[in-house]
Nanobody
Framework: VQLQAFGGGLVQAGGSLRLSCAAS????????MGWFRQAPGKEREFVAT????????AYADSVKGRFTISRDNAKNTLYLQMNSLKPEDTAIYYC??????????????????WGQGTLVTVSS
């Protein structure tokens, strides 16, 4: 499966962005998917994850209440709605899919396919 993330850009603090991750090559409707991010000079970190039905989600504490992960299985697409953005949200955002397990995972190594990333820059 190939994943392509898009929707990043430059936004002022307090603003919003919606990231999308389009999957191709095979359907990802049966798999857990997630978003991770990597800020300049830092390691990649977990942001959010969602089950294949969309009924269960989990978030990093740093984004809880501001970000919403969702998916449209008919479109084979994953989303991340980001509100009340802060300068510390500046990072490259990656989408990923876990084609093995069926439970939510915050652990990077459990995801087997990754998109190329989209840059989000939040100005103060």
């Amino acid at each position: 499966v190939q994943l392509q993330a898009f929707g990043g850009g430059l936004v002022q603090a307090g603003g919003s962005l919606r990231l999308s991750c389009a999957a191709s090559g095979r359907s990802v409707s049966m798999y857990v998917m997630g978003w991770f991010r990597q800020a300049p000079g830092k390691e990649r970190e977990f942001v959010a994850t969602i089950t294949w039905t969309g009924s269960s989600t989990a978030y990093a504490d740093s984004v809880k209440g501001r970000f919403t992960i969702s998916r449209d299985n008919a479109k084979n697409t994953l989303y991340l709605q980001m509100n009340s953005l802060k300068p510390e949200d500046t990072a490259i955002y990656y989408c990923a899919v876990d084609q093995v397990r069926r439970t939510l995972s915050t652990r990077e190594f459990e995801y087997d396919s990754w998109g190329q990333g989209t840059l989000v820059t939040v100005s103060s």
